[in-house]
């Protein structure tokens, strides 16, 4: 039934963009084989090895007019059945907004789409993700809102404001949720010397309900998350492109004793772009605590490149080792690992229509 739900849609758009002329459909995937060593000795979790497919995507984008266009992305790994807690939307729609754009450099975006938070590493558009910081998998899942863009030259600044969270109904119908928070964003994204250096600043607040689950725990008290971020991209000669964070996430009053969380997270990317070869380092640093007290350090890196035959290739081939330094004070005695991985595999990037 899901795979006969998705050839439908797909079907749907081939045929409207066959028919309009003006719209793109893309299908995006990214697979592989991974290998992951959890450090047994110090972890108790065995070795493993599999292939994956890390995911899979249809992109539907075109233009109606010269001032409005459109975006729909699905995510074929989820279930259309699931919906969002928040916004009440199918997990399956990964993405839906149109953009009207007005005189001035002003546009404004309505509809289901990525929730700013700031920073180079949670705002890549053109490179894929291996290892991440701790601030980048605390981000709130993409919402249903309305993003206000000005654009002043080379440089914009952007306010979102969307669903935050829903507090259970106790009354008749326990399963319908009511608003009871909006959240918002604010950012800026720099350009200076013809695009040498481009920084970006972030903050966002978004309501959290009690029970909300996050990628190493879950809230217990309803509150706001917290997240701001600054970055720069530094262009060098010769193609090299030099990117850094620093960011900082907090959960208010999301302990059991309503502590604060804080996430503490510095990210940087060294990247060499050529014609087809694209090798890269990354250093992650992580710093978790409960209001004062430290729970987890961690040093992360990757190692690798990118190739790609050419730019109008729709395949893209990787290989990447990941490690990671893991401090746990949480526990006592302290418990330090160092997992490792290795990622090869490749990124498939085509439009099937245009």
């Given amino acids: 039934m899901k795979i006969k739900f998705y050839s439908f849609i797909i079907f749907f758009m081939s045929f409207h963009a066959a028919v309009a002329g003006i719209n793109n459909l893309n299908i995006i995937s990214r ?39 459109y975006l729909v992305t699905m995510d074929l790994l989820e279930s259309s059945g699931n919906k969002d807690v928040t916004d009440g939307t199918s997990s399956f729609i990964y993405e839906a907004y149109m953009t009207k754009s007005f005189s001035q450099g002003t546009t404004v975006a309505f509809g289901k789409k990525a929730v700013i938070n700031g920073g180079r590493e949670y705002d890549y558009v053109e490179y894929d993700l291996y290892s991440t910081s701790y601030f980048y998998q605390s981000a709130p899942e993409n919402q249903v809102g309305i993003t206000i863009t000005q654009e002043f ?23 319908r949720n009511s608003q009871s928070k909006m959240g918002y964003s604010l950012s800026w994204n ?6 040498i250096i481009k920084p970006i600043l972030g903050y966002s607040i978004v309501p959290e309900a009690s029970g909300f689950t996050y990628f ?12 701001a971020a600054v970055g720069v991209q530094l262009i060098t000669p010769h193609n090299v492109v030099i990117e850094l964070d620093y960011d900082q996430f907090v959960a208010k009053q999301a302990g059991t004793n309503r502590e604060n969380l804080m ?34 350090e961690r040093m992360a890196f990757d190692v690798g490149f990118e190739y790609q035959e050419s730019k109008e290739d729709a395949f893209r081939y990787h290989v990447v080792y990941s490690g990671e330094s893991l401090n746990d004070l949480s526990r006592s005695p302290n418990v330090k ?11 498939f990037d085509a439009a099937v229509l245009k």
């Fill in 263 to 296: 996430t503490t997270s510095m990210v940087g990317q060294l990247r060499f772009t050529g014609e087809n070869f694209f090798p890269f380092v990354k250093i992650i640093s992580d710093k978790k605590k409960i209001d004062s007290t430290k729970m987890t």
């Fill in 31 to 69: 697979t592989g084989w991974r290998y992951l060593d959890h450090d047994l000795e110090k972890t108790g979790l065995p070795s493993s090895s599999s292939f994956d497919v890390d995911y899979l995507k249809t992109n539907f984008s075109g233009t109606l007019n010269p001032t409005v266009k």
């Fill in 216 to 227: 190493d725990g879950q809230r217990h008290n309803k509150g706001d998350d917290e997240f």
């Fill in 190 to 195: 720099g350009n200076f010397l013809g695009g």
């Fill in 337 to 347: 690992s160092n997992p490792q991985s290795i990622f090869i595999g490749l990124k």
């Fill in 153 to 175: 030259g080379d440089q914009s600044v952007a306010f979102q404001l969307f669903n935050g969270n829903k507090d259970k109904d106790a009354g008749a119908n326990p399963i």
